[in-house]
Structures are given as C-alpha cells and as structure tokens.
C-alpha cells in the first residue's frame, strides 16, 4: 500500500491494491481502493463512459462551489417513492456504503433493533433536519434509494443522475454522509416509522418462506420438551464467549424482521427504553473502521476522492460511546458462537403447517462458516452436484418414482445461509403427494448419491501428469470453472445501483474476499483442482444424517387456514375436507396416512409468525438405514444415480458476426459531430450526427442527420479510415471529402446507446441537463438497425435484428404461437397443463444448457403460448431445436388419445398435481389478487384459475390429448431473433421453425386471429365497486386498487398519462405512506391494457379499512389539483424534461432491448421507436393541457363544482377481520364468488368493449 494526499487539505489516504486489472473484458471503468485516516475502507470507481459525455461540454468543476446549499431542505420537499419501477433517466452516479451490523447483532431483549434504525436513519439529521430532505432532494433531480438490513450487515444506496451541475451529484454524497455521522433519531417519530416496519412485517407475514425461516430460527436451541423462547432468561443478559451448546441464546435463534411487538410491547413492558437502545446500537456500530463505501460517478477518480474525504472524513473512527469492541475494527464479533443448531434439535423432523398449497421438504446441514474458501468455493461445488437435474441425478431419480418435481441445494447468497459464525447447506425438494408418504425414502435417495460421491472421491482420478489424486473427476470443476469465467467476461454492464451495491456487499469484513478480488473474487474460480479437503470434510464430516435437520411443510397435514383460535382443527375442517374437490380428498386420505394431526395433539405455534408445528424424532431404525446408504459405495442398480454427464453445451465460438457492408460498422457510427459548412461567403458550424457507414468502390462514406432533418453522405478521408475506436472521443477532430469538410466529435455513444445528438454548445447543452430545457433528440434510426420482417408467411413471421450495441457473442430467440379457439376455460387450462409437461419432459436437457448460460423457458398465455431461448448464440439454436421437437410432437396427431412419444405417461398426472396446486395457490397474495381481479374484469378473453381448475376436474390423459389436436390443428407463429446473429442465420432460424411445424401445418387466416379485446368502463358519477375477501382467509391484509379507465391509446393521450403518473406518484406515496402510514405499499401509475389506457392507485394495508383507502384516493385527488394548477413554470419543465429523459435513456443491456422490441411485435404496434415520438409530443404538453386532462380523467369534482362522471372502477381484496369483508361460507367457495363478481360486471356494462384496436 501507499499513501497519497487529496489537494484540498492534505488528507492523507492509504492506497489499496489496483482493482481495474480484475474487472470484466466488457468493463472500461476505473477502480481505485483507498483507506481515509479514520479507517473508512473505500472503492472509487470512475464511469468513464459518463465522464466522457460531461467533458464534451466543457464544464469545468472548479467554478462550483463545494459549499454552495440549494433549498433542498425545505419543509414542502416530499419523500421518493421506492417501491415504483426503476426509472433510469440520465447515466446516473450511484453510492453504496455497507454497515457491518446486521440482525445477529440485535440485543436478544430488542429483536428487530438493526431493521428499526436503517429505518430511522431517513428521518432526517442534524445537516438536514427536515424529516424528508434527503428522499425530496433525490427525487427532485430524478434518484432514488434504498436499503436493507441482512443478518451481518445493513446496506444503504442511492443513485442520481449526472449532469454538468456537479451540485446535484455532491449534495446527494453530503446529504448521505450525514447519516453516518448526525442522525436526528428523534422519538417522536419512531412510534409513526415503527408503523412502517409493522406493515411491512404484515406484508410478508404468510410467506412461508419467510415462516420456516423463523421457525428454524425458533427452534434451533430446543432441548425436547419446549422452545428456547419460551424459557425465561435474563432480558439484559450478556452471553459470553464458549461453544454453541452452552449458549441459551444463538444469534440465529432471533427474530430478524421485528414487528410492533419485538421493538415496543415486549421491551416497553419490562422497562426498556427503545430509542436509549436505538442509539446505543447506532453509537456502538456505524463508526468508519466498521463501514465500506463505494462511490461511482463520471468523474476522475481524484474528484471522486476529493468529495468522498470531505464528507466522510468525519465519521468517528471508533464506537461512540467507547464500548470495547476487543481491539478490532469491526464489531461483528460472532466467531464464539460457531454453529447454530443445539444437539437437541438435530435426529427430527418438524412438520409445520403451510398458508399455500405445497409439499416442501427441506433438509439442513450446518457446516462451519465457508466464507474463507472463495477461491473454489466447494460448498457451491457440492451444490452443483446435489442439485443438479440432469440424467442419474437425485431429482431425476425421485421423478422417475414420481415423488417430487423440482429441488434446490447449496447456502443460499444471504446472511442467513452463509455468515462468520457458520453456514447452512439446505436441500429441499417440492414433492408430490406420493412423496410426501415416501419423505424418508426420498431422503434416503439423497445419502445414497452422497455414498456415491464418497466412493468417487476415494477412487479419485488420474491428472495429467498420470498421478493418482485424491477426489472428484477433474472435468466437472473444469466445467464450473469454465463457465463462470464466460459469464463473467461477457457480463452486461448492468445498473447502476447493482453495481455499487455488489462491490460494497464484496467488502463485508465477514465476506472474507481480500481487497484486490474484491471485483471477481465472488464470481470466478481461482483453483486448478477445487479445495478437496473442504470438500471431504463436508462429504465425510457433515452431510451425515445424524447433523441434519429435517423441516417438512405440507398442506396434506392441513393448512393455517384449516385452525382457529390457534388451538386445533376447525370443527368443521373435515366436513370441508370431504365436500372439496378430488385432489382435496386425496389430501385429506394422504394425510391420514403420513401424519395423523389427532394422534399428534396440539401443534407448538411459533410466536412471531405463528407458524402451527409438531416435532417427532427420527426413528433410529430410519437414522441407521440413512446412514448405511451414506457409506462409500456405488449405489444399487435400481437407483440409476451417477455423476452429470459432460456437458455439450460449453460455448466454444465467441466471434462476433460481420455486420452488412451496405450498414457495418466504424468508430464514428452514432457519434455527434459539428461539421463545418458554407453558408453564402460564410463557413458555419452545424450539429449533425452519424447514422450510417458503408463501403462503396473503395470508398468509405458516412451518412450525417442534420438538426433539420436534412440528410447527407460524406467520404470518410484516408488518413482516420482505420482509426481505432479508442481513439474516437468528444474533441477529437477531422475532415470528410478530402479535407474540403471539417468535423469535431462533440459525443459519443456509450454502450447500450444508440445514436447521441449534442449541440456541443456548453450553455445550451447545460441548459438541457439543468432541466430548463428539452433533450436532444436524436434521429430516426435507419431501417436496417430496426428488427426486419425478413420471412412472412401465413403460418410464420420472423423478424431478425443483429446487434451492433453490446457486442457480445449472445443472441436470443423468441417465438409467440397464436393457436385456434383459445376461448374456453378448458382450453387454456389445457395449455397451461401442455407447457408443464413439455418443461418437465425437456427439464434435463435444459437444466444442462442453464449451467451453461443458456436459458430457456415455456409458457401459455391467452391466445397460445410462447417459448424463449437465449444466451451465448453457439448454442442457441441447438437448444432451441430440443424444445420445438419436444413442444412440436403434440401437433399432426389427429385421431391419436394416447401422448406422444416425447411425453413419460406418469409424468401426466405429477404435471396435473402441480397445476392444480397452483392454481389453488393463484390470490393467496392480497396486492397480486386485486391486480389480477382487475385484469380479470377488463379482459374478457382471460380465464381465472378458479375457473380453469373447475375446467379440470375429471380430466384424463385421452381428454387432454382430444384437446390440444384441437388447440393445436392450426396455429401461426411470431418470431424474433435478435443479437450476435447474421441475415444468414435468421434464415436458418425460419427454416427449423418451418421444419418443426411438420409438413402437414396449416397457419390461422388472419380473419380468425384473436381479438383482444377490453371491456368499457361505464362512465358515471358512482363507481363500480368490486369486493372480494382474500382468498388467503389468514391474511391480515386488505388491498385496494382505484382503476381510472380513460380511453383508446393515442399518441398524446399515451404521454399525458406518463406525464400524469410522473407528476403524481411521489405525492401520493408522500401523502399516504410517510405522512399517514396507510401502509407499507402505496403507489400509483399508468396503465397500457391491450391498447386501453389507464391510471391505477394501489394502497394495501393492514391498519385502515377497504373503504378508507380507496375514499382517501379521490380525496387525494380532489386536493391534489390545486397544486397542479399553481405548480411553477419552472417545476413543470423540470417533470417534462425528467420524463423525456428517461424515454430516451438507453438500454442497459440486449435482453432489455429485445424484450422492449418483442413487445412492440406482439402488441402488433410495430413502433420500435415509440419513445421518440412520446418526447417529440411531450414538447408541446402545456401545464394547461395536462390540467384538462387531470380534470377529464381524474379529478371527482367538474367545474361547476358538482361530481363528475369518470371511467372509474373500485376494487376492494378484503383482508381478515376488516370491516366491510363478504362473507364466503367456505374458503373453497371464494373462486365461485370471483368468477361470479367478474360475470356482474360484464353484465353490468352489457359486455361492451373498446372494439378491435389497431395502431
């Protein structure tokens, strides 16, 4: 290391190791590691791309005033909402600072502790003592931020976006570095922010993800008889150092959410002050030698440092309230406590009841903390192994005896499953409900793969020098290896805010990846062989049964919803259970059969979530069957388990394909320039860019677009013909036709961009990025960099676009199959049952191709149903070719019952179990329902899953198949192929579509294409008010949606609505969220449905009724008016431009550009550049015109001061114990009462619809 001083007051900082050399090849920002004086550990990175566009405009920093303060703190600033959809705007400058404290830290009497006070933090501080002016400064200028509290850490980030006023971007790092260093913690808000945190508890209250999580964490220290809360301990107790097993409290044993009671009844009840502990805990671990810091901006790295010791260099060194932290500079401390699990609690099986339909059974080894071996990262290694699906895997094993149908193994990449103290390795599998009576014979399949594995690594392997070496065949590390450098070499450049928020995560002290792979240390293998004594200690040492804890989630033990009063079963659980459907009654035998809940008594209930939980160990006769089928040796025959196969699908070519001759590719393409022209006796400069370059007898010519959509070919002159494109940057300056043209660059594209206007003009330009002015817009692109219909027939289109943006050797493949009479609920039931089981019957091939970068995936919709195949384009079109074959062989089978060859006769029922499952599943979740039920009411042509798991009842092999030769007989097919791919190959793509539609194919007439069509809402004074209960009747929660509908899309319509939705959405989350704490999710925003626009308001709640919500809505609206009508000039242009801003931001990778170009093909729109137009018309929105529009569409009051009529639909999902909630005898019966709410009101409009659309 070395020391360097900043030029401002020579402070000195410690140089770290040089991190550029380890990032991507794609990767062209710069790195630098610096330590300040106080021990804030910090990574500066330099956007070059960002700085090279603020250079072309000549600004020059030093004339800005470090110190100069804006309004920013003013008490009408309101908060930013950060649960709308990114808006990426400009190129923004993103931080991240990580705390090294985490949940495990919260004091056992004060659960919850870390969460609370990430909260508290944005209320303000003693810089900026409005409660709100740090999320109203970032909001005013277009950013947004975050943060989240994990097990060993809490990470805070933000981004905004970067322009020539360089105040913006250095307000929001000194706003931010005031959080470290004065926060307010005032009492008086905690009680209104611990609202907040209860909601958000609530919204995640019946995850059961997040349930069995607790429960582990419940029930890790249980001696047998009782729960180690349940135990009565000092409140105040410290717990020293010693072994796991004489601690009464383990970190993981906490409650890491926290929720109204953990952090005020229980504490306030035994004397507690909270906010003296809340800033004790602040004071005692956000000290610099326990932070990390990543800043990234379009600066030079010295500007970057010079900013960062400025603000931060005043954060305490050390705790402040002098606690002894052991001499250390981080506080994690949590080394003593080793692993989790008491003795007690291991040899068990702890059954536990679910909220949703499933069967999950998951098995948990601790292993010590795996956090040192980063460079092989064996425990991933395993995972790789244990959870692989491919052929003579354990899964493909237990489908093969129809016992489960999917399976996840390995430490999962949060705090939770990998920490400084232990790790976790979890294997869970989602079975069937065959498989829930065979759990222990399932498990016994996992230690029979595992004794394999031991035998193989006995055996070891000859390397390549012809020695014997102890371990696994070299070739599947190789391949792991392999892979993962692939992917990290051709990586997307990413978001902003991911980028920042990975660094910082990489410096976690208990992450343990040194400072110089702190870029790739997490994603790369290092090793030539991987750790082979990790990885024998873990197989021999501690994937053994008797350290394995076994949870088991089943709704054949029942489910929450069958208990009340949190003692038993309902009394009327079993009548239910008999009147319910088939797959019901099978339940209720199965149930009877595994696990007899009356034999069992009264279930132990978890206190936080109360998950219902019955424990029973593990007979030794199964422990000691387990154990034998773990020793090493080759598992019987009947098994079939072996290790993966080699995998064919490891790219090999990565060259880029040549781009067209008439349209390739040369360093000034998509550059702005000025170019010297006459004008009269006068030679002028003029704005222009370079749209197009092509070769032509010898000559190179570039097309240039002028301002005033003049277009014009210049020759490109000899001495910049091979120009590097290094070389190619804003200034760089030269002449067209022999030296009689002069040009200058005055920007350059960045990846991801397309072609870049600038006027190159400093006073103009920072006009524009200031916010007073429009953005350039740039020109139309040529036809040729637009997807291309390149293969038209009745039963295929096909469009092809090569990539010229991101150049990377990836290519992605697209197809969309309209089929005949998808009108009925059978029918698209049928199809949804089609796509599982062509998944499942191509799962082993695809699951190879995935390890490999190749992703893959099949569903239904409407209409038919869509496949996607994408990754490195070696490979694309032999995957793709594996799932047409499979998903082609249902077609030219007319008078055929039976199902075809490609398709495993048992697997008919494992797929029709799952469907079933989930359409049982489908509305669990309060906010997803409300959404869906309005989609439901708007389009007609979409079947609830209650009404396609009733379309399913009685369902056969022989039905199934009668269906889909129907649904099947004539489809037509959509196509797009976009990326690393020639003309050529999009020919060859239309060819194997052909091919694969058989000989016999017959495409739809385009007269019997599906219309998708969108009911009218009446336009009226009253709204239709749509009310169901949750279909989850253990949910607290209630979710309102106030849908406005306003009419056919049209281009200015279309754009007032955004504008709306831009103007609209911070106040309202401001009003209803921060300020009355509704709930934890509120939000607003536009709505495009099938060519219908509309605006929809969401509030879900657990604290206020249904009515109150959607009333608060329409008086927000009727107050929110007067502010619009007096907004300023000046604030007005500041939205317009904010919103231009973002429809002309770049894409931030080739997947987002292809999928925004497929939905314009699938929509039928075909306006691939939409935005251009949508900012061409924002020009012409007045303050005026977007008031008439607000006043049309949303405001309850017209101007003669009566209500008015709007399009206006009302959607209430009731939650638990909530006035105002329908009462539905049977929780079996609530899709009977969705379906019946939907047919009222398309009764109630007559069925009246907006017509066909076309665009």
Same mark, same amino acid.
């Given at each position: ?610 998950? +219902? ?325 708007? +389009? ?18 022989? +039905? ?296």
């Amino acid at each position: 290391m070395t020391e360097a001083a900043t030029n401002d007051d020579e402070v000195e900082v410690i140089l770290g190791p040089d991190l550029t050399p380890t990032r991507s090849y794609m990767d062209k920002k710069i790195y630098r590691h610096i330590t300040l004086p106080n021990g804030l550990q910090c990574v500066l990175i330099c956007d070059t791309v960002a700085l090279k566009q603020r250079k072309l405009d000549g600004y020059d920093d030093d004339d800005e005033s470090d110190d100069d303060h804006d309004d920013s703190s003013s008490g009408d600033e309101s908060e930013e909402s950060d649960d709308g959809d990114d808006d990426d705007g400009t190129r923004k400058a993103a931080t991240a600072l990580l705390v090294n404290v985490g949940s495990y830290h919260d004091p056992p009497y004060l659960q919850g502790l870390s969460h609370f006070l990430e909260h508290m933090l944005f209320l303000g501080t003693e810089d900026f003592p409005i409660e709100n002016a740090y999320d109203s400064f970032l909001s005013q200028h277009g950013g947004d931020d975050n943060a989240y509290t994990d097990m060993e850490h809490t990470l805070y980030h933000y981004c905004i976006p970067q322009d020539n006023n360089s105040k913006h971007v250095w307000k929001a790092l000194e706003m931010f570095s005031s959080f470290f260093k004065c926060p307010l913690l005032k009492g008086e808000m905690a009680d209104r922010e611990l609202k907040a945190v209860e909601s958000e508890f609530e919204l995640n209250k019946n995850s059961d993800d997040a349930r069995l999580s607790q429960l582990m964490s419940f029930t890790c220290g249980m001696d047998g008889a009782a729960p180690i809360m349940g135990r009565d301990f000092d409140w105040k107790d410290k717990i020293d150092g010693g072994s796991s097993s004489e601690k009464p409290f383990h970190p993981f044993a906490k409650f890491p959410w926290g929720n109204m009671n953990s952090l005020k009844t229980e504490p306030e009840a035994k004397g507690i002050d909270v906010m003296e502990e809340l800033r004790d805990h602040y004071n005692s671990h956000y000290y610099a030698q326990n932070m990390r810091l990543v800043v990234m901006a379009g600066y030079e790295l010295d500007e970057i440092q010079r900013q960062v010791v400025q603000y931060f260099k005043d954060v305490p060194a050390n705790p402040r309230n002098n606690v002894d932290n052991g001499g250390v500079a981080t506080t994690t401390n949590l080394h003593p406590y080793k692993l989790p699990f008491h003795s007690s609690s291991l040899g068990k099986i702890y059954r536990a009841l679910p909220v949703r339909h499933h069967h999950t059974l998951s098995l948990t080894w601790q292993i010590p903390s795996i956090c040192s071996h980063w460079r092989t990262k064996p425990a991933e290694y395993l995972a790789h192994l244990l959870g692989h699906e491919a052929s003579g895997s354990i899964l493909a094993v237990l489908k093969q005896r129809g016992w489960a149908t999917g399976c996840s193994a390995g430490t999962g990449d949060d705090g939770e499953g990998d920490s400084s103290m232990h790790a976790l390795f979890g294997f869970s599998f989602s079975l069937s409900e065959e498989g829930v009576q065979h759990w222990e014979k399932v498990i016994g399949v996992v230690f029979s793969y595992l004794g394999m594995l031991k035998y193989y690594f006995n055996e070891g392997y000859v390397d390549e020098n012809g020695e014997k070496k102890e371990g696994l065949p070299r070739w599947i590390y190789n391949e792991l290896k392999s892979v993962a450098e692939l992917s990290y070499k051709y990586a997307d450049e990413g978001d902003v805010t991911d980028t920042v928020e990975v660094v910082a995560e990489a410096m976690a002290p208990w992450y343990n990846i040194p400072t110089d792979r702190l870029l790739d240390g997490d994603t790369l293998l290092f090793g030539e062989v991987v750790d082979n004594d990790c990885v024998s200690r873990l197989l021999f040492n501690y994937f053994t049964p008797t350290n394995m804890r076994v949870d088991f989630m089943s709704s054949l033990f029942g489910r929450e919803a069958d208990f009340k009063d949190g003692t038993g079963l309902s009394p009327n659980s079993e009548e239910k259970k008999a009147e319910d459907t088939d797959e019901m009654t099978v339940e209720k035998d199965c149930a009877v059969a595994v696990f007899d809940i009356e034999k069992a008594g009264a279930p132990t209930i978890e206190p936080r979530f109360e998950t +219902k939980f019955w424990v029973e160990t593990i007979s030794s006769s199964i422990m000691k069957q387990w154990e034998e089928n773990s020793t090493p040796q080759l598992p019987g025959s009947e098994l079939e388990l072996k290790l993966p196969p080699i995998n064919s699908y490891i790219p090999t070519n990565f060259e880029l394909k040549p781009l067209p001759a008439d349209d390739s590719s040369h360093p000034l393409l998509n550059c702005s320039v000025k170019v010297c022209i006459g004008n009269g006796k006068k030679m002028q400069w003029y704005p222009a860019c370079v749209i197009k370059f092509k070769t032509e007898k010898n000559n190179h010519l570039l097309l240039l677009h002028f301002e005033d959509e003049h277009e014009q070919w210049y020759t490109v002159d000899s001495n910049i013909v091979d120009t590097d494109a290094d070389a190619i940057d804003a200034g760089f300056e030269s002449s067209f036709d022999n030296g009689k043209v002069k040009f200058k660059v005055t920007a350059v594209p960045r990846e991801g961009e397309g072609i870049v206007f600038s006027y190159g003009d400093a006073d103009h330009d920072y006009d524009v990025e200031d916010g007073v002015a429009f953005p350039p817009i740039p020109p139309a692109s040529p036809e040729s960099r637009l997807p291309q219909l390149v293969y038209s027939k009745n039963s295929l289109k096909l469009w092809h676009m090569q990539d010229r943006r991101f150049k990377r050797p990836l290519a992605d493949l697209r197809l969309n199959f309209v089929c005949d009479g998808m009108n009925d609920a059978l029918k698209q039931a049928c199809m949804d049952l089609f796509c599982k089981l062509c998944a499942d019957a191509l799962a082993e091939t695809c699951y190879l191709a995935s390890v490999c970068e190749l992703g893959s995936s099949l569903y239904s919709n409407d209409t038919g149903f869509s496949i996607r195949v994408n990754g490195f384009d070696d490979k694309v079109m032999l995957l793709a070719k594996e799932v047409l074959d499979v998903v082609m062989s249902f077609r030219g089978r007319d008078g055929h019952t039976c199902l075809p060859s490609t398709i495993k006769d048992s697997r008919f029922d494992a797929c029709l179990e799952v469907l079933r499952r989930n359409y049982s599943n489908s509305g669990m979740d309060a906010s997803s329902f409300v959404t869906g039920l309005r989609l439901l009411c708007l +389009k007609p042509s979409t079947k609830s899953s209650f009404s396609k798991l009733k379309a399913l009842e009685g369902i056969s092999s022989d +039905k199934f198949v009668e269906c889909m030769n129907q649904v099947l007989q004539k489809i037509s097919v959509e196509a797009y192929y976009h990326g690393n791919v020639c003309r050529e190959d999009a020919d060859k793509a239309a060819q194997m579509i052909s091919e694969a539609l058989t000989i016999h194919h017959r495409g739809l007439p385009k007269k019997k294409m599906p219309s998708k069509l969108i009911i009218k809402a009446k336009e009226a004074v009253d709204h239709h008010l749509i009310t169901s209960p949750t279909v989850d009747p253990t949910d607290n929660n209630t979710s309102v949606e106030v849908y406005f509908q306003i009419g056919k899309d049209d281009l200015t319509n279309r754009v007032l609505v955004d504008l709306l939705e831009h103007v609209l959405d911070e106040p309202f989350y401001n009003e209803l969220r921060t300020k009355e704490q509704f709930g934890y999710e509120v939000s607003c925003g536009a709505r495009w449905t099938f060519g219908v626009l509309g605006m929809s308001f969401k509030v879900t709640t657990s604290c206020k009724t249904a009515d109150e919500a959607s009333a608060r809505v329409d008086r927000f609206l009727g107050e929110f008016r007067a502010q619009l009508e007096s907004m300023s000039d000046e604030s007005f242009m500041e939205h317009l431009v904010s919103l231009a801003k973002e429809k002309l931001e770049m894409f931030d990778s080739m997947e987002d550009e292809c999928g925004s170009y497929w939905s314009e093909i699938c929509e039928g729109r075909f306006d691939f550049e939409g935005h251009r137009k949508e900012v061409q018309c924002l020009k012409t929105i007045t303050k005026e015109s977007l008031l008439a529009a607000y006043d049309d569409w949303l405001h309850p009051i017209c101007h003669k001061g009566k209500p008015k009529k709007r399009r206006r639909v009302v959607f209430h999902v009731i939650g638990k114990g909530s006035i105002g909630r329908p009462t539905v005898d049977d929780p079996s019966e609530i899709g009977e009462h969705v379906d019946g709410l939907v047919r009222d009101f398309h009764n109630s409009v007559k069925g009246e619809t907006w017509g066909k659309i076309t665009f």
